[in-house]
């Protein structure tokens, strides 16, 4: 039988796109003092990417240097500088904001039904006042530069150092309140502003991950603020805190310092574990494995972090039996870690799994958190730890911590939520290929450093002997693929904005309040506020998801 | 003062209920960051309390503590005043809300006054630490260089202690301006009010430890 074809009517894509929040206003005061939640998100995610390649163009700059064992370029002094901005820089303004300040503000409420944060003009002083801090930092690291590593131990910090401590510890003191406004917001909107019948145990894992990291940011960050205060006047007035040449204590300021920057380190991870627990379910289209457990094991990470930070001081000379208890809490940790693991790959068996970019970045979150997580027990074995503390086996285990699964759970939830936030969709092609790339170039380049710690090799010195060359020399080789790695999601991404395909509402089909709203959102998030009547990742009464 | 049905609905909520009890519920988050925010320096002080009891016993003597029990006196009062502003406010009833709310000013301003004036005792004495910090011990136990740290740590508590009144002070100006605007919610006294009490139960604990430890 012949049928004649009829030519198919032309469809064209509306010129404008539906009201959303980003055509709400195109002038810089719409952007700047804008309340949106969403908008506000769009800041923090430029502002802590420039910070995330200034930190990291430092890294790219010392890691060459180390390619000789007398050193490439740098003097010891610049060397210092170096480092320190790498860490300053990467802790402080790019990993603790990155996922809550970025995702989280975008999210919390589009994921409850909220039409906003509870505080929005909060906020927005959280963006002013990260801001404040990182220029303070940034003009601290220019006009001279800091050469006391990110953790300002004293009596070097404040009675030795010659360099801008002063300004790099009052940046990080303001940055810290901007942390304290995002963790207070959240909280407070998690309790108050769920849709109704969004009963707790329906909500999201995500946000059981922000609610355990706010509960972190409220209650430590107001140390760390107090600690690099004493700092600051012990360095301005040379009375005794921490100098014990003046009859202060160094190990307080240790103390104080790891009470905050050991539970930093859970700031950072339970965020990317919150966007794990949401990726594996979308992507092998099953409801996770355990859901309580998962939630639960956030909240437990967050309340066991607190009591742990002594890890950090095992040579420090802290009390023997100190050592002992802060060694076992640290073994005890890694239970709630555990149980996500095992959750989230019990969640892929039999799932229907596809392998577009958020997933492989939310799987080689789970592989490379656990080799962090594995040698993180090493490390807090007492015996072992007096071996390789001070030594590149500690940095490459917070690097497998911070990079394999801190920054590969951020740009799993970037690529992931992509489409939700721009409405487009970015290349799948150049997103597979850097997410390889990346996971190549991280291993390349730390994991030789596990085994120059091992052998001895300690971290922080800008010259060391001839034999570690080989794997120095490897590592300076991973960084370089690393970043480029890093570097090519920033082209394909902004290339997306203009030329990607239109998304639609739920481009991945997965659960989720936010993916029920069109994208980008309109300003209010939802037309009316939705109701919830069932328990979240109703993934078998979903259709398979995108498959190209 | 606004009636209960014109409250100001911010977008974000969905009726002045829920927008009250979240008002509320970020308040004390917020008091709970204080807390911990203190809570550095008051492991400071026990510590080296703990490490030089004489020096610290002897640092603390120099303070007065009759001047230091007046102020306590007139603190709790004044959260007196702010709890009867809070009431007032509650009953709708502007003109005695900006009336308790002026007293408690006044208060907190008679605190911050006698503060300064033991301030500028210590400084003619050279207790401020720094350069011109001088003490000279009467028993052999006591260091000077501890006593320098009593009074760093006095200064550094009760120097942000006063900074927190200040704000609280200012905040109460605020409230009586937007009473007198119209524009003043129940929630926004409360939790001033809340605010104000955290600073006194903060001297509460503040006073004994640098006031008392000396006198037992």
């Known amino acids: 039988m012949n049928v004649s074809t009829q030519p198919l009517p032309v469809v064209t894509e509306p010129r404008h796109a539906p009201p959303n929040y980003l055509n709400d206003g195109y002038s810089v005061r719409s952007w700047l003092l804008t309340l949106d939640h969403k908008r506000i998100a769009i800041l923090y995610m430029i502002s802590i990417t420039l910070f995330f390649f200034i930190g990291g163009a430092a890294a790219v700059l010392f890691r060459v240097h180390l390619l000789t064992p007398t050193g490439a370029l740098f003097d010891p002094g610049t060397y210092n500088k170096l480092f320190t901005i790498h860490g300053v820089v990467m802790v402080f303004f790019f990993l603790i904001p990155s996922i809550p300040a970025v995702m989280g503000n975008f999210l919390v409420p589009l994921m409850i039904g909220a039409k906003d944060l509870a505080f929005p003009r909060l906020n927005l002083a959280s963006w002013y006042v990260y801001m404040a801090g990182g220029t303070l930092t940034g003009y601290a690291a220019i006009a001279g530069g800091i050469d006391t590593g990110w953790t300002f131990y004293t009596p070097y910090s404040t009675m030795f150092s010659n360099t801008n401590v002063i300004a790099a510890a009052t940046g990080v003191f303001i940055t810290g309140f901007s942390s304290i406004l995002t963790g207070l917001n959240f909280i407070a909107t998690i309790h108050k502003m769920r849709a109704p019948g969004l009963t707790w145990f329906r909500l999201p894992l995500f946000i059981w991950a922000m609610y355990a990291t706010s509960v972190i940011m409220v209650l430590g960050t107001p140390v760390l603020a107090m600690t690099v205060s004493l700092l600051g006047i012990e360095r301005i007035f040379h009375v005794g805190i921490f100098d014990p040449a003046l009859g202060g204590d160094p190990l307080l300021f240790q103390h104080l310092f790891w009470f905050y920057s050991h539970p930093a380190v859970y700031i950072m991870i339970l965020p990317s574990m919150g966007v794990v627990s949401e990726i594996i379910p979308c992507f092998a289209r099953k409801r996770p494995f355990g859901y309580k457990f998962i939630a639960m094991a956030s909240v437990a990470i967050a309340m066991l972090g607190f009591f742990v930070w002594g890890h950090h001081m095992f040579v420090s000379g802290q009390s023997m039996y100190g050592g002992v208890v802060f060694s076992f809490l640290s073994f005890f940790v890694a239970i709630p870690s555990a149980v996500k693991v095992f959750n989230w790959t019990a969640t892929l068996h039999k799932g229907s799994i596809s392998l577009q970019t958020p997933m492989l970045y939310a799987l080689g979150f789970i592989g490379l958190f656990t080799f962090g997580g594995l040698t993180g027990l090493f490390l807090a074995c007492l015996g072992v730890d007096i071996h390789v503390t001070g030594t590149y086996f500690i940095v490459a285990h917070f690097h497998y911590i911070m990079v394999g699964g801190a920054v590969m759970g951020y740009l799993g939830a970037i690529h992931f939520w992509w489409p939700k936030m721009t409405g487009r969709v970015y290349s799948e092609f150049w997103g597979r290929i850097s997410a390889a790339i990346i996971f190549v170039g991280f291993n390349l380049t730390f994991f030789p450093q596990f085994i120059l710690g091992y052998l001895g090799m300690p971290r922080r010195y800008y010259a060391y002997p001839p034999e570690f060359q080989v794997l120095n020399v490897m590592s300076t080789a991973g960084a370089s693929i690393l970043g480029l790695g890093f570097l090519l999601p920033l082209i394909y991404l902004l290339w997306s904005l203009k030329y990607g395909k239109r998304a639609g509402p739920n481009y991945w089909k997965a659960t989720g309040l936010e993916w029920t709203t069109q994208s980008p959102p309109e300003t209010e998030n939802f037309e009316t506020t939705p109701e919830v009547v069932s328990e979240p990742y109703a993934y078998e009464f979903m259709e398979l998801g995108n498959a190209d | ?216």
């Open chain 2, 1 to 216: 003062m606004q009636t209960e049905h014109t409250d100001i609905l911010e977008v974000q909520f969905e009726d002045v209920e829920q927008q009250r009890s979240t008002s509320a519920l970020g308040m004390w988050i917020f008091l709970c960051t204080e807390i911990m925010f203190f809570g550095g320096l008051f492991l400071a002080y026990c510590e080296y309390r703990h490490l030089h009891p004489e020096s610290f016993a002897a640092a603390s003597s120099r303070l007065d503590w009759m001047l230091g029990s007046i102020n306590t006196a007139i603190l709790l009062t004044s959260s007196l005043t702010a709890a009867l502003a809070v009431r007032a406010a509650t009953l709708r009833s502007a003109g005695t809300m900006r009336f308790f709310l002026g007293a408690t000013i006044v208060l907190g301003v008679a605190f911050l006054t006698i503060k300064g004036f033991e301030y500028h005792t210590d400084y003619q004495e050279g207790l401020i630490p720094g350069a011109s910090f001088t003490y000279s011990a009467s028993q052999p136990a006591v260091q000077p260089r501890e006593v320098e740290m009593f009074f760093m740590l006095y200064f550094i508590m009760t120097g942000v202690h006063a900074f927190h009144m200040i704000v609280g002070i200012v905040a109460f100006f605020i409230l009586i301006s937007k009473s007198l605007r119209n524009t003043l919610t129940v929630q926004t006294v409360e939790n001033t009010g809340l605010y104000w009490h955290f600073v006194d139960v903060l001297w509460i604990f503040l006073f004994p430890l640098l006031y008392l430890v000396g006198h037992h």
